[in-house]
């Protein structure tokens, strides 16, 4: 057993070996016995394995080699199998599954990986699943379905530890050894009073290390927070992240205890979360994966790519304007392209930084304008030494003094205005209620390739010709 | 205390109110109590604050600001405060602070906080901060920091819960209540044999719903896993979020217990890693903060715009060898950005999904090659969905068939080597043990510039000269 579960096998092997990645040679093996049609030995190399690594495995496979292993290997599945598989992949697996290997697997899950296994899934497959539930499950799920998509009220779980807030620590313990039905994890006692408000927690370290006489509430933790279960999804993962949350009750409108939200929850947001900002930013649909089919990746990128050819043609326009110009002088067309990249990839950075900062809550109505001006600045400087470096290059290049003049103004007017929409961009569609993660990149680089090349081409035509 | 507690401001006033972030209402009263020299109001407006909320504020006022309220507020501070700052505040912070508040500040944290407080601090402050804990920490602390950087044994706390294997759930209960010196937060009793060697770990949930006369080991838990202390953060982490864990025990070489990582921890480190990736890919230095000065933050930007310069102008030697072209046709300058800008696009596309893919274990070799074909052919078809249109509406705007004729051809093969490249330099830098999100973007982008202008030009040379 001391081999399987020890997590160490960089050491011996150095970073060619990728840490917890799924070896290679097991899956060459697994694939294999499914393609013999082996269930036994399938079974044998599968059972080690933990959920999620099972769930990678079935993401990574081909769909034919997918399809061989849940035939063989389908009646094994789990509960926590099905949670933790990709979207993409999860309803085809489902469809796989026989009815009965499917209810079983629901019944072992707590509400909330019910409410998330279903939620994405077509009608007819909920109908089934909520069905495979005993009654009581089943109302807790529906109950969770009726609050909003991503909010906490989805997120939670519904089994909750509670006790009266008069309580001591030996009449918890008590109760805890009589009850039947504890969820499998839990770190805090609710205290909640009689209208079922809760008012204070106490952590399992407390009571375990408490005397028995000892009263709850005089052993409560100072972090205790509740959490609407209308709260977005987003703002819970924050909060636990900023305030070290473990776990946070769940109340409803009426201030009521409805559930529980763990961090092991909120941890999944926010890799979900940094998942779609580093994706969208890319200007990628935001449930990418690389699990996806050729046609679900065509759909997605093609309407980035749509808009972007939108901005190209409108800075090939601005171009379009200066057409005599550049047949005067070609060196024109060969240097504005640098112009245009070197204000795209400043305003890129300065955006990136600000996306991050708005999700982060950094940059808040408190420091926007000093930031603000502090990104001019870096813009100035940044633009007088390209300035600089650029027009010496171009001056000699083309042996012609002018020509460097004009280029080393036109990277500094780009530069600056890189910084600005880099700052700007971003804090005005977070405003206005828009994702800055989706829309600043295009605005920024269509901004910055229309004012590069209209700076530089304008420049150019007013001094040179 | 039931409204400060309460995480639910979003309700009523809709996305307007940034929820959690610092209210700008209290800021500028803190700011004006500062500047008033008010010290009373000062303290009593930032006490209801979390620790990580005083930690926000001192980083959005402005330098000045900061200086005022220390110097009025800086007997209140305490460890857990230093530990939520930004590191480039955090010095500067550091300084300011009177000799015995920073020792008191010090001496409450856990040992990781410490470890994490002082391994970016300059030698002296270091020892200051050494010198102010008692024997038995300053030793735990010098034993992190003879750990690597960004290893676990520098986010481990030494502080850890443990009993011997062949303990009842009531001896285990009775040591407890007894042990004075208790962490803040722990989540499992660790079972050691008699060399302290880990073998296993019971929840507490478990230990108070279980008879005090139940064995430990009948009631360890799945999970359990252990972590070598020179695993590197980043794979304990993912670890963490991969197989749901809630606490590790850290072993060194001979398998001893030396420490335990709790998921906050892990939890952290995930923000930074996606922080990291964020940052990169967007050629920002990855130390990156909105609350760096104008000089750090031009020293950060300039070296990536400055090798995107180098690239700019390789892009631009290969326009300048069609010149002659250009000067006959025109219309090339003005088409030849949008060729470019398309397959730049399609490529930071890819890489993006890619480096996620790679960061999240999701490509692997076991499925690199079928995703390259997938790209492989998802560059096809939004090649010929873009050549289509952008033939079409180039060949009407310069009325020449010939023109659409090329760029289309230009389209396609640029997305083709987009999405190829988009994937394969990832994988490659990742192969090659370097940072896919550091270096991928500029060489993609570098790529898809120089095939851009290249097929285009080229095509349009032969073609239509």
Chains 1, 2 share one sequence.
Not at 11 to 37: C, H, M, N, Q
Not at 41 to 70: F, G, N, W, Y
Not at 366 to 375: G, K, M, Q, S, T
Not at 389 to 409: D, Q, R
Request: with cysteine; glycine share 6%.
């Amino acid at each position: 057993m001391a081999d399987d579960t020890t997590i160490q096998r960089a050491g011996d092997d150095g970073r060619e070996e990728e840490d917890f990645a799924l070896d290679r040679d097991l899956v060459d093996r697994i694939v294999a016995a499914a393609d013999a049609g082996d269930a036994g030995q399938l079974k044998d190399l599968m059972a080690p394995l933990h959920a999620a690594d099972i769930a990678d495995l079935l993401e990574q496979v081909s769909a034919a080699e997918r399809r061989e292993i849940l035939l063989l290997w389908g009646s094994e599945m789990d509960g926590d199998v099905l949670s933790e598989l990709d979207d993409s992949i999860r309803e085809e697996v489902i469809g796989t599954l026989p009815k009965h290997v499917l209810a079983e697997a629901v019944r072992e899950l707590d509400s909330d990986d019910v409410v998330d296994l279903i939620e994405d899934l077509e009608k007819p497959q909920q109908a089934q699943i909520l069905g495979a539930l005993d009654a009581g499950d089943r109302a807790a799920v529906e109950q969770s379905l009726t609050y909003p998509e991503y909010s906490a009220g989805r997120l939670m779980q519904r089994e909750v530890v509670t006790a009266p807030e008069h309580w001591t620590v030996g009449e918890t313990i008590d109760h805890l050894r009589r009850d039947e039905e504890l969820p499998d994890q839990f770190y805090h006692v609710i205290l909640v009073d009689p209208g079922h408000h809760p008012v204070a927690y106490v952590t399992l370290g407390k009571l375990l290390s408490s005397r028995r006489d000892t009263a709850l509430k005089d052993i409560t933790e100072d972090s205790f927070r509740t959490i609407s279960a209308r709260q977005e999804e987003g703002d819970v993962a924050y909060a636990f992240n900023q305030y070290h949350l473990i776990s946070a009750p769940v109340v409803d409108d009426d201030n009521r205890l409805v559930g529980v939200i763990t961090i092991d929850d909120a941890m999944s947001v926010l890799d979900e979360e940094h998942e779609e900002d580093i994706l969208r930013l890319a200007g990628v649909g935001d449930e990418s994966s690389i699990a996806d089919t050729v046609i679900e990746t065509v759909r997605q990128r093609l309407p980035w790519l749509g808009v972007n050819l939108c901005t190209a043609l409108l800075a090939a326009s601005i171009i379009g304007l200066f057409q005599d110009s550049i047949s005067h002088l070609v060196a024109l067309a060969v240097l504005m392209p640098i112009v245009a990249s070197m204000g795209g990839n400043a305003g890129t950075q300065t955006l990136t930084v600000a996306v991050r900062a708005l999700a982060t809550r950094n940059l808040t109505e408190n420091n926007v304008l000093r930031v603000v001006r502090r990104e001019a600045m870096v813009g100035v400087l940044n633009g007088l030494v390209f300035a600089l470096l650029l027009g010496v290059v171009a001056a000699l290049w083309f042996a012609m003094p002018e020509l460097g003049l004009v280029i080393a103004l036109a990277i500094i007017i780009n530069l600056m205005v890189a910084a600005l929409a880099g700052i700007l961009v971003p804090v005005v569609l977070d405003k206005l209620g828009a994702d800055p993660a989706l829309a600043s990149g295009t605005f920024v680089t269509t901004l910055t390739d229309m004012v590069g090349f209209f700076a530089f081409l304008g420049l150019a035509t007013l001094v040179l010709l």
